[in-house]
Every structure is written in structure tokens, then in C-alpha cells.
């Protein structure tokens, strides 16, 4: 069973004038323990469907799953019961400047009424797994962005929940520090086996520990694909563009087919067949020259994709067995 389910999930905000559809029927399943990533451009409806996922946002169709309960169908007092299996975080840390890091992270569980003796303990404990002990009594002001998201995810995981929804999370911090919050993410994940969210429009962000991917544009999900798969064969042009900015490419801009005689393709290989000499094979084997025009690789969580940008020279009837070749290499080939 998957840990949440989005059925058909629309949002519209209206006033007396417009109306806009922020979030066109969505569904997406999420598996326990696996980190799931929401990237889109800006006003895409990435806010509002994760806010739809508490009922922040109250959806104007559809249904939440969570562990199979419809959140949708809960009264108040239920849904509070319900939310609080639901931690979250945010761009901008949403920290209570009056109040100290202990302060901030015990309110969850002061709201819970557990005893001082208890919290005590459990904000301790928090503070030693986000390794903040040393800030216990620095108020926000005092501390640095990622200093501030890492008392935030406390404060987010204090009542042990089974999911934590981040909203570009690193979005406001250095890359440096994006990484030490995105290593923490997957503390998490792997030692507490909280399933995570996480909407962000940084591409490195879904390289560096999603599992999978939904892209969305318009409000609506356009593509949704292992990170894998992504980066191997992506099935939309945003999602093409996303990649590109990533590897600081601007093969789009520059490497134009009608400037080149040859046929031009881009290879794309995951793992095993990122280590195989491909392109020498091809040499040895076909009679074609090769003109290689770009290439990168890329670590993902679970392996390595390699891309190549390549002039293949020759008959038609040579390439066509070259690409037969290629495809019994398991490598994925675009004609560009
Ligand atoms: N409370 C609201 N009232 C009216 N319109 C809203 C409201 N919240 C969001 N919208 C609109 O819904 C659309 C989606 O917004 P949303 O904030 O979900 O996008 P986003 O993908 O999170 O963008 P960003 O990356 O900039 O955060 C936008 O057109 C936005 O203007
Ligand atoms: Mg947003």
C-alpha cells in the first residue's frame, strides 16, 4: 500500500474578478520511505498541491490518502490528530524570533502537553541528531540559514511524524549548505524511515537524494519518473531544460543540426554501460567517422548517467546498425 495517495487532487482560487487553477487534478502515489520530488517552475502549483497534503490548503476536488485515511472526509478535531503524523519545513524556516532554539523546538510538544521532564529529554535528544547542542539558547537572529533549518527540521520531526513535506527547504541556503541540510534529509529518511516531499525548482536537488520525481507545469503533473529514468530518457521538454540547466550545459544553444553534415545524436547511459567503451566499439565495428561534440556524467543516488552529444559520419545504412548496436549496449539514443 503506499503511504499517500493524491487522487484527483484541483485547487482554484477565486475572488470576484479571476479565478486561477492552481493545482489541475493531480495524482500521484508515494511509497513509504521514499524520497518523492516536486519540481516546476515558478507558479507551477507546487505550494498549493503540498499544502493541499495537510489541508493548508483546503482542495477544491480530489482526495489525500494518508496510510489510507481520506484526510478530506476529517473533521477538526480528527484532522489535528492527523496532521501532526505530518511534519513540515520551509524556504524561509518560519522560526518564532521570541522565542530560543529549545523554545522553538519544544512547541510542538508543549502543544502536545507532554511533561517538561519528557520534553526535556526529547529537545536533547533533537538537538544532538540535528547537531545544534552547542545553540540550545541562541535565538534565531543569532543563527545562520542553515543553522535555522536544521532547528526547523527538529521542530519538524518532535512529534515523530511519518512524513515531512518540505517547501524548497534549501532553496535559501548556499550550496555548501544545501548539502549538509539535504545529508540530514536523508538521515531522516534512512534512520526514522520518514517519507519526504520535497518541492524544489533546483534540479541538484533531485539528483542529490530523490527517488523519484513529478514534474509540474500549469498545475498539472506533466512527467513523473525515477530520477533515473529522468536523467536517462525524459519524456518533456521542461524536463530536458531542468537537466540542461543542471549541467550548466548550453548545448541547446550551440550545437544547432543544420550546422553539422552528420547525423547528430545524444547517447544516454546509466551504470554498467557508462564504464563500456561504447564509442571505440562503434569505431572498430562500423564504418563511420565519430565527431563528439559534448559529454557529461552525472552521480545520481543510485548510479551514474552519462551523456554524449555525437556527429556519426557515414551511410545511412551504417548508422541505422550502428543504433541497432547502441540499443543492444542498453543505451538510449535521441536524434537531435
Ligand atoms: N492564496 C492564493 N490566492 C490566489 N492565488 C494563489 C494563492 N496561492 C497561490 N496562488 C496562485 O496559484 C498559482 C500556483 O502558485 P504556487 O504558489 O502553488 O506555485 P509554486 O509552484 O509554489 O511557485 P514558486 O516556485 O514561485 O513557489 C499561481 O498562479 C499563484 O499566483
Ligand atoms: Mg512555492
Known sequence: MFLIEISNVSKKFS?????????????????????????????????????CLNRLEEPTEGHILIDGVDLINLDKKDLRKERKEIGMIF????????????????????????????????????????????????????????????VAIARAIANNPKILLSDEGTSALDPKTTKSILNLL??????????????????????????????????????????????KE?????AKTFINS?????????????????????????GN??????????IRNFNIDINILSGNINKLQSTNVGHLVLELIGEDEEINKVFLFLKNEDVHVEVI
Not at 540535528?130 to 543553522?147: A, F, I, M, N, T
Open 15 to 51: 475572488n470576484s474578478t479571476t479565478e486561477i487553477d492552481a493545482v489541475k487534478n493531480v495524482s500521484l502515489k508515494i511509497n513509504k520511505g521514499e524520497i518523492f520530488g516536486i519540481i516546476g517552475l515558478s507558479g507551477a502549483g507546487k505550494s498549493t498541491l503540498i499544502r
Open 186 to 231: 536523508k538521515k531522516i529518511r534512512d534512520e526514522l524511515n520518514i517519507t519526504i516531499v520535497m518541492i524544489t525548482h533546483q534540479m541538484e536537488v533531485v539528483k542529490e537524494v530523490c527517488d523519484r520525481v513529478a514534474i509540474m507545469e500549469n498545475g498539472q503533473v506533466i512527467e513523473e519518473n525515477t530520477v533515473e529514468n529522468l536523467f
Open 246 to 270: 543542471l549541467q550548466g550545459n548550453i548545448e541547446d544553444e550551440i550545437i544547432h543540426p543544420n550546422d553539422f553534415q552528420g547525423k547528430l545524436i545524444r547517447l544516454s547511459f546509466l
Open 91 to 150: 524556504q524561509h524556516f518560519n522560526l518564532l524570533s521570541q522565542k530560543n532554539v529549545y523554545d522553538n523546538i519544544a512547541l510542538p510538544l508543549q502543544l502536545e502537553k507532554m511533561d517538561k521532564a519528557k520534553i526535556d529529554n526529547r529537545v536533547n535528544e533533537l538537538l544532538e541528531y540535528v547537531d545544534l547542542k552547542d545553540k540550545k539558547h541562541s535565538y534565531p537572529s543569532e543563527l545562520s540559514g542553515g543553522q535555522k533549518q536544521r
Open 273 to 282: 554501460s557508462a564504464k563500456k567503451p561504447i564509442v571505440s566499439k562503434v
Open 234 to 238: 525524459p519524456k518533456t521538454k521542461i
